[in-house]
């Protein structure tokens, strides 16, 4: 059992695969041209798997796959099959643009949801916001994990003056689909020029889903980061990540290996641990790891403040969002 000293007992992991992306969402990626990690300084397929077995072992019972994109690894499709072996739910964040290509993969590992991250259902903004032009192919794919039975998530970060204006066409989504539309404040990282007047919040977005749709809540579980809404006569559902003005750290149960493999125990941690390092040495990894979550700050990695209005950006230490894995 992982616990910090708050009482927290975590029993979710997040494993980044890569930090190599097919796409360049300007509010995940440093720049344009950017350096990733040489391959052989990734976690290989061996030392995840030993490393995954290792968290199960101290009470992970869900894991999720993220990146980059973790699908651009060749050797993706042998990494799942090795994880669906465990005794855990598999879960997974993509962009979407490959599930086509491993579709028969994805089915046979059967992950208990897959979310798709997609910003907007306009093709032309599609490719202003991720500088590539994708925006068929990854509508598409949703429709395919949806007709395989996949549960599937859409993840809309939600920012002003860029999207917003496009909420309520989400919304629209969930009447005839069982989708779940998640909604994300926009959260700050190094390189990808956050601002507090960026932030759409969580109150402006159900303001504007209220003036045309009435909701009912879903009663939350103790370690839900999203607050799920109901709307009568519809599919599927949608759900609020309010990060920025109303964090869940209280019940928080996730900590993250990042692909160079080091922990971080919150997504705005300032350190992390390296434990690959000590594996390929031959070293002991577990009390590392228990170190590592004995050390948890409290709430938004000890470096944030409540009041997202007071951040100063340039002060911030961490990695982008993309070598965090989400």
Known sequence: MLKDRFGRIHNYL??????????????????????FTPHGQLMQVD???LLAKLFV???????????????????????????????????????????DDMLPQLVAANFKSINISLDTLRSERFFQITRRDYFDRVRNNIDLLLQNG????????VMKGVNDDEILDFV?????TPLEIRFIEFMPFSGNKWS?????????????????????????GPHDTARAFSIAGHAGRIALIS?????????????????DGKLKNCLFSQGETDLLTTLRAGGEVLPLIQENILSKSKELGGQLMMNFEQIDTDFLKNRSMITIGG
């Open 172 to 176: 629209a989504l969930t009447e005839n």
């Open 150 to 157: 996949i549960r599937t998530k859409i993840n809309m970060v």
């Open 57 to 99: 072992d101290q009470g992970i019972s869900k894991i999720r796959l993220t990146g980059g994109e973790p699908l651009v690894r060749k050797d993706a499709p042998v990494i799942i099959e090795r994880l669906s072996q465990l005794p855990v739910e598999l879960h997974m964040t993509s962009n979407g643009i490959r599930v």
């Open 196 to 220: 507090s007047n960026q932030v759409y919040t969580q109150a402006d977005i159900l303001h504007q889903i209220h003036m045309f749709y009435p909701t009912d809540p879903i009663p939350a």
């Open 243 to 259: 990060t920025m003005t109303a964090p869940f750290c209280a019940g928080c149960n996730r900590i993250r290996l990042t692909a």
């Open 14 to 35: 997040r494993i980044s695969l890569t930090d190599n992306c097919n796409l360049r969402c300007f509010y995940c990626m440093p720049e344009e041209e950017y350096s």
């Open 47 to 49: 030392e995840i798997e």
